[in-house]
């Protein structure tokens, strides 16, 4: 609860004081021109919600530049999709969550899945490959429609193919 303070003469007070369950947990200067944006007193916030004024975009863009091409490509999805970046922080944030946990190699595997899929990207649906596993065997599926090339050439040797194919010869 905010109380705003008065005195005997109806006069506002040059302070605000912030009260919780009758006790007062804050006093403030009160701003005499008027405010259309919020005040944010980092001290006043849980250190969870302080980490929030740390991100910025360069560093999500930075982060998934390093994780790969794909994991990128869906931040900066997420990064414009809003009217303004900081929409985007969140998911954003989620992202980098899931690196953690997953690593980024299969984060950046289950980025790909997703964009190859057509879909929108969405933090529940890139969780959902990753918590499925999908991501796995998106990747053996690529192996084998991309196999390495082998350096060592042929391993039967001509007199195998001689035959032709024939059985009865």
């Known amino acids: 609860m905010i109380k705003q303070g008065y005195d005997n003469s109806s ?11 009758g006790t ?6 009160r701003l005499q021109a008027m405010q259309y944006a919020p005040v944010v007193k980092p001290e006043h916030m849980t250190p969870e919600h302080r980490s929030y004024l740390r991100y910025n975009a360069d ?14 490509y869906i931040v ?48 529940r649906n890139l969780s959902s490959i990753l918590k499925s596993g999908k991501d796995k065997l998106f990747d053996k599926v690529e192996a084998l429609k991309n196999p390495e090339p082998s350096d060592r050439g042929f391993t039967r040797g001509a007199a195998y193919f001689q035959k032709g194919g024939d059985e009865d010869k």
């Open 59 to 72: 560093n999500f863009t930075e982060w998934a530049n390093k994780i790969g091409v794909e994991t990128s």
């Open 24 to 29: 007062q947990v804050a006093l403030h200067k």
């Open 11 to 21: 006069v506002a007070t040059a302070q605000v004081e912030i009260f919780y369950h």
């Open 76 to 123: 900066q999805h997420f990064l414009t999709a809003g009217k303004v970046p900081e929409q985007g922080y969140k998911a954003c944030a989620s992202m980098m969550k899931l690196g953690e946990r997953y690593g980024g190699q299969r984060l950046e595997a289950a980025c790909k899945q997703l964009l190859e899929y057509g879909l929108t990207p969405s933090i």
